[in-house]
């Protein structure tokens, strides 16, 4: 209380001048030391607890501090005159925390101390105040997100999922890319799934894991299709797989696109969504036309940021070849040129740029189809894994 010789109602007086009013208390202090580093856990509430309930020794003097009304413990009017601001609350009040070494407390110096201090003034209604709300160093120390348990629902699109600590898998996660797993304890629970021709992989290397996944998936079955054709339902189509439809029925939205051809593309298009895996050599085939339609892969379902395309003449067939070293969702449009409506064959097929790593047992991947998969999780299961 007595810091470089002065007291607490004289540094509150340096810093308000006569911008404060007088009252019977002005600060507590809660200081604990120690000769190793225990960290101190627990400083705010253990110093809520001293200055209220553990005060007798005190006579209550940290208490009435804490809980000074209009009134002091005496009935005098030393507390807050309500004569500032709201008429529902009256008060400044700050709390600072420091953690240092060589603090002199218990007429003893330790090598470990931190100290928190609490005070208070009541303003003076014939100041104008300004209030800042701050939270400029005062942020809570950043906890390494390793070091937290993980937990999800719903579908995973991050390529690595890694904790140090656990992570849980819930009901109805589902992974529509390949997907690493990394913790030493992982959760399955009932319900997890992951796409037809996808791979995923659990290895137990926590935040350490630093390689990649490639599926390879050649000779996997092939679901079905999903999805309507357009924008906001895009046919759902994965690697190795073929769909027989056409643009008959659906919308014309564009007659040119980005990559500078001409603006002839008055027939309907008809939309295709595509992950493809990272590191993957992927073949895009448009076969068996009836009229004119021509195909464009781009990264967002529109005629803009067109990647490849393909825009042979008549019945010509059409085809698009292109790798992708992080892999990613893409889009593949059919239009008619010219306003023709056409069946067609599309099918993609793909493979791996380079396998997994096969000095590692462990990271071996688990290519399934959805059913089979779900069927073998007919009860929640934890696996606890090891190198």
């Keep these: 209380h007595s810091f470089g010789g002065t007291s607490p109602s004289s540094r509150l007086s340096a810093a308000y001048g006569s911008c404060k009013e007088f009252t019977a208390r002005s600060e507590n202090l809660y200081a604990s030391a120690s000769s190793s580093n225990t960290g101190f856990p627990r400083v705010v509430e253990q110093a809520v607890y001293g200055f209220n309930y553990d005060d007798a020794g005190s006579l209550w003097g940290h208490r009435e501090m ?3 009304q209009n009134l002091d ?14 008429n529902d609350s009256e008060g400044y009040i700050g709390v600072g925390i420091h953690r240092g070494t060589g603090y002199g407390v218990f007429n003893s110096n330790f090598t470990y101390s931190v100290v928190l201090v609490l ?7 014939s100041c104008s105040y300004t209030v800042i709300e701050s939270t400029a160093n005062v942020e809570p120390p950043t906890e390494d997100p390793c070091n937290q348990p993980l937990s999800f629902t719903g579908s995973i699109t991050s390529p690595v999922v890694a904790s140090n600590s656990s992570i849980t898998l ?26 037809a021709g996808n791979c ?10 630093n ?28 690697c190795n797989q073929s769909h027989a439809s056409s643009n008959a029925g659906q919308s014309n939205s564009w007659n040119s696109y980005s990559s500078g051809l001409s603006n002839g593309w008055t027939g309907a298009e008809t939309i295709y969504r595509y992950v493809a895996a990272p590191g993957s050599s992927n073949t895009i ?25 393909s825009t042979q003449v008549n019945l010509a067939s059409e085809s698009i070849n292109f790798s992708t070293g992080s892999g990613g969702t893409f889009y593949i449009i059919i239009d008619g040129w010219d306003g023709a409506i056409s069946t067609f064959d599309l099918s993609i097929s793909c493979a791996a740029a380079k396998e997994v790593d096969p000095s590692k047992s462990a990271l071996l991947p688990i290519i399934v189809k959805k059913e089979q998969f779900t069927s073998m999780m007919c009860k929640p299961y934890v696996a606890t894994l090891k190198d």
């Design 66 to 68: 804490s809980l000074l």
């Design 73 to 86: 413990l005496q009935g005098r009017s030393w507390g807050f005159a309500n004569n500032e601001g709201a």
């Design 119 to 125: 005070n208070y003034i009541d303003p003076s209604p």
């Design 170 to 195: 819930g009901a109805n996660v589902t992974l529509s890319n390949p997907t690493t797993i990394s913790s030493p304890e992982i959760s399955l629970n009932q319900g997890f799934s992951i796409s």
């Design 200 to 209: 995923v992989q659990f290895v137990s290397d926590g935040c350490a894991y």
């Design 211 to 238: 390689g990649t996944l490639t599926c390879d998936n050649s000779g996997v079955e092939a679901g079905t299709v999903s999805g309507s054709g357009t924008c906001a339902s895009p046919y759902q189509i994965s």
């Design 285 to 309: 085939s448009l076969t068996n036309l009836s009229a004119d339609v021509d195909m464009f892969l781009t990264s967002t379902c529109s005629n803009t940021l067109v990647l490849g395309s």
